[in-house]
């Protein structure tokens, strides 16, 4: 986190959902990513409904304990698209999903999650796919028990380092924009929207 971005923070809330958002799923926000977790504290759950109304981006509950609630925000046709690629497909089936169906694949994610959260067993290693990370990274995480990584940033790189390392440095980007933009009174809807009206009318140039 760049100097900028810490000082913006230190003058922000960082209890208020917007600024965790910000923190949290910007570069979701900017189009960068398919699908976050986001980790926030269980009365917020209403807000963040709410605010994702009408910007194009899903939300399922992951797993609720006493305080907290851990949801999967995704824009549901790029998680679709990417989850029925040949190799992303066949680890998946591995696994033994039944059926690559995001709704029914998604139900099934969650039970697997949850009985991790909660017994600390069998790592959902599908997580990282369902977070859009590279089949290939995930593979070397797999193969590598997590050690022998390139670089270790918003996920640990065992290929493509200079492109991953290029990627990093544009969620950190993304990050620092969504948060200047919340400290100058902007929500996050209106962000999500904007954004996405933007990319929309590029495609269609």
């Not at 304990?65 to 190799?87: D, M, V």
């Not at 790592?123 to 070397?140: A, C, Q, S």
């Not at 193969?143 to 290029?166: A, C, H, I, M, R």
């Amino acid at each position: 986190m760049c100097n900028e971005t810490y000082h913006l923070l230190k003058r922000l809330d960082l209890h208020n959902i917007e600024t965790q958002l910000a923190l949290q799923c910007a570069p979701l926000f900017k189009g960068l990513k398919i699908s976050n977790l986001l980790i926030v504290p269980k009365q917020h759950y209403e807000k963040v409904v709410d605010i994702l109304i009408g910007t194009g981006i899903s939300q399922v509950l992951l797993m609720a304990s006493q305080n907290k609630i851990t949801l999967l925000l995704y824009k549901e046709e790029e998680l679709k698209h990417f989850i029925s690629a040949k190799r992303v497909k066949a680890f998946f089936l591995k696994l033994d999903y039944k059926e690559i169906v995001l709704t029914t694949l998604l139900k099934q994610f969650q039970k697997r999650y949850e009985n991790y959260i909660v017994t600390g067993n069998n790592f959902p290693h599908e997580m990282g796919l369902v977070l859009g990370y590279p089949i290939e990274d995930v593979n070397g995480f797999i193969e590598n028990d997590g050690k022998n990584f390139l670089y270790s940033g918003y996920w640990k790189v065992y290929d493509n380092l200079p492109e991953k390392t290029q990627l990093f440095q544009r969620f950190d980007k993304a990050k620092k924009d969504v948060i200047q933009l919340i400290f100058n009174g902007q929500c996050i809807k209106d962000i999500i929207t904007r954004d996405s009206d933007n990319k929309q009318l590029q495609e269609a140039s």
